[in-house]
């Protein structure tokens, strides 16, 4: 997930193929190119716990590891920590079989993804890298459009490994590994998303202030709020509604506009973090997603 921040930080010339990159390849981890990371919002439920703010440090200090390392440690996650993903991932579980693409149930089997523990960033990574060359890089925290975006040029998803905090545990305001490894991880798993994801990244690295806020929409309406059809059937694919239950269950209600996926509409339409999204975006196929965003990048050359 994104903020809401802009970073200045761009550059002016590169090859829009997509391309699988070379463990020697990967730009330095250590590089990272971000402004600021914010590691906890004042508002955050476990804002004022002493005990999940120091066990948030820790995990924090391992993505930090990861950036000098890179390599992924696992977490040894606590019992309580793994009854938030148990209640969560139970609660998910009846409506992915109902409202989630075909695509993404059979991703989540793929990918070891189930309700009775957390998964570990490492086996997924591994298995990622596999199926589609993508890889997942551990952070810290939020960080800005531009810097978060980019690392997916390089087929990088930048995912936290902390969970949100038990007292709500069907509530946070900000990404956690609920919101990774149910909502984003399995999609990698697709090669045309896959694709589409390495072009948003092509983008953000050239793009200027006014692209890089029309990216932004586009990544809201399909990778974090996206729909698809599925058969005869509208099914969600984007991780903001496939980790919520009721973000999930608003979007099939008759208070969401389901309409079909216009890109001008897409990267012109302003929305609100902290509301119910009543308009969603519907993409005939992950493919189409791909090559339509592929155009609009390629614009971004000329």
Sequence with gaps: MLTDAVSPLMETELELDNYRVADEDLPEFRDMKFENINELHIDHPGANDREYRTRRDYIAGLARNFRMTGVITDVEYSPREQRVWRYVAEELEDLHQRYA???YLQAKKDLGITTDHIPQLSEMNRRLKELTGF????????VETRGFLSWLSYRVMLCTQYIRHHSQPAYTPEPDIVHESIGHIPM?????????????GHGARIATDKQLEELG????????????EDGDDIKAYGAGLLSSFGELEHAFSDKVDRRPFDLEQVINHEYTYSDMQPVLYVIPSYEEL?????????????
Excluded: C, H
């Design 101 to 103: 693409s075909s695509f």
């Design 135 to 142: 890889r997942l890089a551990p952070i810290e925290g939020l």
């Design 188 to 200: 990698f798993t697709n090669p045309n998303f896959a694709d589409f994801s390495q072009f948003i």
């Design 217 to 228: 929409r586009l990544y809201w309406f399909t990778v974090e709020f996206g729909m698809v």
């Design 290 to 302: 791909k090559e339509v965003t592929r155009t609009y990048i390629e614009s971004f050359a000329k």
